[in-house]
């Protein structure tokens, strides 16, 4: 998974390959690595590309990982 300024499947394919999130984010880094606006993407099993844009972060309702509500695009394959 990967972040990427744009919104078009081009963007997303690039910011899947290249800006690439790290495998693990210590809680206390997750507003700040993933803030809102936030445009994550992904190639899914399937070969179509996803993305997920944070659209809010509240605090935790239980344990200490803050709640995040996202949008969710999926590209169809042509």
Known sequence: MGKSAGTTPAQCLTGAQSDVLPEEIKAA??????????RLFTVATDDRLAMLEITRITSATHGNLPDYTAELTLWQKR
Do not use: K, S
């Open 29 to 38: 880094d997750l507003r700040t690595t993933i803030p809102v606006g936030t």
